[in-house]
Structure formats: C-alpha cells, structure tokens
C-alpha cells in the first residue's frame, strides 16, 4: 500500500474510467462464475466436500435444537434393554419342595428358658406308615406326567425333645 | 536349598497317593455299584424319586425314610429292569426304611462307624436327579447329636461330601468298600450331608426279624445336668415316670448315671445314643452312684409310648418276640 499514494490512485481511477468489458460480459457472468466455482471445489479431497455439505445442511436447519430428542429416545431405549435383560437372567425358583432350614432357627421358648423341646412344629415320632394301603393307592396315579421329586431333604427326620429313656 | 531338597521329595511323593486314592476310588465304585438303585414311589403329592441298596442276596434293601418311609408303589430300578418292591418297615426314629423286592442281587458288606474318625475318606453311591449313578467322594468331617439347637435321636455323621436331591438313602462306604452310614439329608449349600450310621439300620433290621416292627425301648427316666459331677458324670436321674419299668427298679431321682447296658455316660446327652438301642423286652442293666455307692439295677425296657401303635402293614410270619439280655455288645458314643 505504501506505493500507491492518493493521487496515484485517483490517476489509476481517471484511466479506468473509459474502460468496458467486452460484449456479451454480463450475460455470460454468473455461468463463468458457476464453472471457476465448481472447478475449484473439485481440487478438494471427497470427504471434505462431503463435510461441508453436511455441514452446510446441519447449520441450514439448525439440527442442534432437535438432537436432544433422539438422544434421549436412544437413551430410554438402552435403559429398557438393560432392565429387560436383568430380569429375564434371574433363576426361576425350584418347584421342588424343601424344607426350610431357617425355619429351625427360631427361637424354642419365647420366655428365654433354655429347653429341649423343639423349636417347630416337627414330626410326630412314630413307626408305621403315615397311610392305609387302601388310602395310598388312591394316589397311584396323581403323579403321572409331572417329574418327580428327587428326594434329599434340608434336615434329618429324627429328632428327640428331651433326655428321656 | 535346604527346602528345595525337602519339598521336591513331597511333591513326588503327593501325586502317587492321589493316583492311589483315585484308583480306590474308581475300584470301589465298579464293585459297589450294581448293588446301588434307584427308587421310584409315589406319595400323598407326588412321584418320588431317590436311591437305596442291597443289604443280602434275597432283595432287601435299605433306604431313607424320606424315599421309603411315606410313599408306596414303589418300583426299584436294577440292572436295567424295573422291579416292583414292598415296604418290610419304616422308622422315623432312625431316619431309615427297609425294601424288598423278590430277585436275587448283589448285596453290600457291613461295616462299623465306630472306626470311623474326623477325616476318615468315605464315598458314597447315588442317583442324583435324573442322571445315572454316581460317585461322590469326602470325609467325615464330625459326630453330631444336635443341629441347629434340636437333638437328634441318636449321633449323626457329618460329612464333608457333595450330594444332590435324588441321593437320600444312598450308601456311605468306608474306602474298604464297607457300608458305614445312610445318607438322609443335605446341609446348607449340598456341599455337606448327614448320614445316620448303619448300625442304626441294623438295629431296626434286627427288631424286624425278631418282632417283625421296630421296638424302641425306653424305661421311664428323665435325666438332666447334675450341678457337679459324680464319678466322673454329669448325668442326673430327675424323675422316674410312674407306672413304667423304672418305677419299680429302685432308681430313684438324684442317683447319678453312670452306665446303661455297656455304654458309660458322663453327661445327659450320652443318653441319647444308650437309650436308642433299647429294645423294648430286653433287659437293661443301668448302674447309678448314690450316695457314694455304685449300684446296678436290671430293668426290663416296655416299648416307647410314641411307638405303641401298631404297624399297620408289614405282617410277616416272624412275629414272635425274643427278649434278650443287653449285656453283650456295647454301642459306641463319640
């Protein structure tokens, strides 16, 4: 800029004055204009181009205010499958009857009196079968189709409540 | 250097004894096994399933009580065939029930629990769930009178074995291949069980063939915990029941107990496993301390109250009592 002082300038702007562009100059201006540009743009690598078109259409619409709504969406979504997931893994719990040993734990006299007697109600001490022939053959056929139980239970059968022979 | 030199030496020496074991292991299951079966019954809610094994050539077999106890129809699976089976007894006292099925088959040795030790390996035989039979091999791990605050009515082995639902009744070998114990119920985490020992079995095997049911016996004492101990015992007899054998023996409350039949006791629990071998009819040498005096009474055990009634199948031609003396062979208390 120090070369040019006003008055060059103002020398350079008198010469100009007189000067036109050659015919047909306007009319064929905005299509020259379209060929540079695209000539230029196609000197750049594809994944620029490619981002700032995406770029130039983002800010077109102004996706930013509506990317909330989707990641929230994706977020509920995982959240629902995770849970899912957790509660379909759980075990089922065994129809196979047991006994309960904490039953057992209970405390056997509610005055703090130290005693043999059981804590529970247990067994009744005996030595022949709970059941008639005639009764149990009623049941012959009840346990068809269902798998049966595998016997071995939490705790023994035989108990006594007190020293006593 | 020096541990060098001692702990290459035990670490030869270790895997032998493994190799050893193993193969005890694996010989003893191929011999035990075909006496080994499976039960199938019926109870009031369902079809059951568990395991039992040969005792003598003729089919009977011994088993839980919770497999052979309060079921029926029941049907053994044995070599491959299926066998319908009876109930000869069933003892809830001793946690045991015996089978019969009519074949000839294999059958179990014997053994003692008494040579059982804390630690001793034992393997036992079973059907769990439904898969086929199998091995499992632990230790005992103790002798237990009481679980959980209850006593038992007579020791129980605890022992340090995996076992699964479908193993009730399964036998307990000693590495002899010896039948030492029945397993009738899981611990906690099926990592432990409880066995009661054979001799329990045998007991009730013994009142069948002599009474056709199982007799317990009992004389009518209630003991406690002395405040001091006399002769070495703890033992009190706090009450002699009216109108039983005792009432009239002569024992009275306040003697000290020191002996019943061959078993010593020095403290209340040891009753447990004197008095579970009682049979009603025999008679019971009981020897007390009073007042500085050993004395000994002989009573003639009746049948416990709680086992009055009578069976109401299992009617077999053996049926007549044979009152013995209990002097001859005691019972081991650990």
Redesign the interface.
Known sequence: MDEFNDNEIARLLRLKRYEQPPPGYFENFLHEFHRRQRDELLRQPLWRICWERAHDFMFRLDVRSLASYPAAVAAVLVCAAVISLKIYQEPQASNVALQSPSALSEAANSDGEWTLASPVATRIFRTQPLRSLDQSAQTHTRGRGIPPRYVLDSVPVSYVSSFRF | MGFSFVAVPLFYAQEPTAITLSQQVKDLFRRMANAVVKI?G?????????TGFFIDPTGTLYT????G??A??FTIEFNGKKYPAR?L???????TAILKIDAVTPALPIGKSEELEVATPVVSIGY???LPKTPSFGMVAGFDRK????????T?LRLNLP???????APLLNMKGEVVGI??????NNSS??A?PIEVAEKIRSDFVRFG??R?G???????EAPAPVEGSR?EMTEIMEATPAANSGVKPGDILLQ?GRTKVTQ??D??D??FY?TAGDTVPITVVRDGKKLTFNVQAEIHP??E?????ASPTINRAIPLKLDSEGRRTP
Do not use: K, M
């Open positions: 199938h019926v109870d009031e809610h369902c079809e059951i399933a568990g839980a009580y919770t497999v106890g309060e029926d129809n109930q007894l069933a003892d809830i006292r001793s946690g769990p769930l439904d679980y959980l605050g209850r006593y038992f009515s007579t129980h076992t699964q639902r479908g193993e009730a009744g397993v009738v119920s899981s611990l906690e069980c409880y009661v049911e199982a317990h009992w004389v009518g004492i209630n003991v406690s033992a019943v209340p629990e009753v447990l004197a008095s009682i709680a086992s009634r009578r069976p109401l199948i």
